[in-house]
C-alpha cells in the first residue's frame, strides 16, 4: 500500500465542525467536551484556517462553563472555581456552594483557557481571582496538585496544567512554584526521563509536563551561558539522552510498521510528547521559540 498524502481539507472540515460540537460516535466522551474542542480549535490553529469559525461565539461558549462563586466569601470556602469540562457536568449556581455540584476541572480549566488563547480573547476578562485562589488550594503539601477538589489522582499531568494556567493568565499567586519545582525533580528516573509520579518509570508524557512546566515557571532559562544542572538540579544530559533513545526506538517502530506492523495510539503519542519535549529543550538552549 503507497503511503496517503495528508488530507488537509478532510481534517479541516473535521476540526470545523468539531470546534463546539460532537457527534454522535463521541457521546461517550460529552465530559471532556472542552478539552475535544481545544483538540479541534488547536487543529485549526496549526493548519491556519481559525477564519472558519466565528472567535466570538466560540469564546462566549468556552466562558460560559466557568463556575463562579455564589459571593466573595465563598472563594476560600476550598472548592475549585475553574472551568467545567461539559453541559453534562454544570449544575445551576445555587447549587455550586455544594463541593459534589462544583465539578471544575483543572484539565477543562486548562483547555479552556487555551481555546481563548489560541482565538486571540483578551484573558484579563477572565474572572481571575477566584480562580488562582482556589487553584492555590488545589497544590497538596508535595507540591504536585489534585485536578479537582474533591480528590482523585496527583500527577504531573496537573502540575503542569497549573503551571500552564498560571502562565496563560500571567499571574502565579495560584501556586507554590518551588513546592511544585520539588516535586517535578522527585520525578526524574535513573535513565533521566519523567515518570507521572516520583518512583515510576520514565513516561513521554510525563517528560514533557516536566520539562514543559518547569520552562513555564522560569526555572530553566534561555540562556545559552547557563548550566541548566546547576540552575534546576536535573540531568540535563541523561534527558537528552532518553529523549534521543525515546526517539530512535520510534524511528525503528515506524520502518517495521511499514513492513505490515502498525503503530499504536500510545507509540504515535509517546512520539509526540516526546518531539514536544525536544522542542522545548532545543528551545532552551538555542534561544528559539518551541513549536
Known sequence: MGKRDFERLHHVAFFEAMATELPDEYASQEVNHLTLSYFAVGGLSLLRELDRINKDEIAKWVLSFQVHPAANDDIGSGLFYGFCGSRSTQFPLPNVKDPCHNVSHLASTYSALAILKIIGYDLANIDCKALLLSLKMLQQPDGSFMPTHIGAETDLRFVYCAAAICSMLDDWTGMDKLKAKEYILNCQ???????????????????????????????????????????????????????????????????????????????????????????????????????
Open 189 to 291: 528516573s535513573y535513565d533521566g526521563g519523567f515518570g507521572m509520579v516520583p518512583g515510576s518509570e520514565s513516561h513521554g508524557g510525563g517528560t514533557f509536563c516536566a520539562v514543559a512546566a518547569l520552562h513555564l515557571m522560569g526555572f530553566i532559562q534561555v540562556d545559552l551561558a547557563s548550566d541548566l544542572r546547576d540552575s534546576t538540579s536535573i540531568d540535563t544530559c541523561m534527558l537528552l539522552e532518553w529523549c534521543l533513545q525515546v526517539k530512535l526506538i520510534l524511528n525503528h517502530v515506524s520502518a517495521i510498521s511499514h513492513r505490515g506492523c502498525l503503530l499504536t495510539d500510545k507509540s504515535l503519542m509517546e512520539g509526540f510528547k516526546g518531539e514536544g519535549t525536544s522542542s522545548v529543550i532545543h528551545a532552551m538552549l538555542f534561544g528559539l521559540e518551541a513549536s
